[in-house]
């Protein structure tokens, strides 16, 4: 199965911080990454989140806009919008 992808502008890239903006249409994926660094994401929408994680497991997390939440460095998945409207959150890695 084809998805669309999703579209991020990066906003700020400097010594301390990259804060990258990320719109899903529906469906719309990332496509496999890990994250390099810790992060912190904030919903600019309500976000119907489907994670791929590796060795095939899944999971849901629905969130409505304005909500942050953060993780370590090392995570590895694909972010797929599964809600039926356009999504879109802020990603803020903290660099060392």
Request: glycine residues 10%; contains cysteine; negative net charge.
């Amino acid at each position: 199965m084809t998805r669309p992808k999703a579209s991020h502008s990066v906003l700020i890239d400097d010594d301390r911080v990259r804060v990258t903006r990320w719109d899903f249409p529906p469906g719309g994926e990332t496509g496999w990454h890990r994250h390099g660094l810790d992060y912190v994401v904030t919903t600019l929408t309500p976000c119907r989140f489907l994670l791929e994680e590796p060795g095939g497991d899944e999971r849901r997390a629905d969130m409505e806009a304005g909500v942050s939440y953060r993780r370590d460095a090392g995570i590895e998945h694909n972010v797929v919008n599964a809600g039926e409207a356009p999504m879109a959150f802020v990603e803020v890695e903290l660099k060392p």
